[in-house]
């Protein structure tokens, strides 16, 4: 029976679990002019679909060594990768500092390309408000209303703050609420962006 038991043992594949695989990486993301340490699974999968694999391979800009998808997804943690796609983060040169996240393209470490140097804000995470608005651009009841095809599920509205307030008292309910928010009412160009229930409003900063 012994014998038995060995042959068994002997024929099973010999396998080791490594405890290290399970524990975070951590890093140091600069944001707002302060190191801040977070923590990551580096063995992620999936990464490759959003984030560049010169990124993957080489993780630091700077004193900024933490990937880009760690840091935006601390900045808007109540979206998923996929939602996240229209949007970059918005660094500041002189000190390699991250000051938040705007709307446009990533370059290869996910800084935005290009840009009107504004910064996003969450003004809303009510699902109805951002709900009326991916209806509305599906009715194309408000001019200029248009999803993003990025495959993020993303719309936006961009213009003056006095007419997208407007826009928003249109549609009633939840959306009309958020028409009084004080980011819309400066008068400023801004754009609204309604993506995973949530609304951010990205204006100048």
Not at 20 to 30: G, I, K, S, Y
Not at 140 to 150: C, F, H, T, V
Not at 154 to 177: D, F, R
């Amino acid at each position: 029976m012994k014998a038995l038991l060995l042959t068994i043992a002997l024929a099973l594949p010999f396998t080791t679990h490594d405890a290290r695989a399970d524990e975070p990486v951590f890093c140091t993301a600069r944001i707002n002019d302060r190191d801040v340490v977070m923590g990551y699974d580096k063995t992620e999968a999936r990464l490759s679909d959003t984030y560049s694999r010169r990124e993957l391979l080489a993780t630091r800009w700077g004193r900024h060594d933490c990937p880009s998808y760690v840091v935006l997804r601390s900045l808007t943690p109540e979206l998923t990768d996929e939602e996240r796609l229209p949007f970059c983060l918005r660094v500041d040169g002189s000190n390699e500092s991250v000051i938040g996240y705007d709307l446009g393209k990533r370059d290869a470490w996910g800084r935005c390309r290009a840009g009107a140097g504004s910064v996003c804000t969450r003004v809303n995470q009510t699902t109805a408000a951002a709900g009326a608005l991916t209806s509305a651009a599906a009715r194309r009841s408000i001019q200029g209303l248009q999803a993003l095809p990025d495959g993020s599920g993303a719309v936006i509205l961009s213009g003056t703050g006095g007419y997208i307030s407007g826009a928003l008292a249109s549609l009633g309910g939840a959306a009309a609420a958020v028409a009084a928010s004080p980011m819309l009412l400066t008068g400023a160009a801004v754009s609204v962006v309604a993506v995973g229930g949530t609304l951010y409003a990205c204006h100048d900063g």
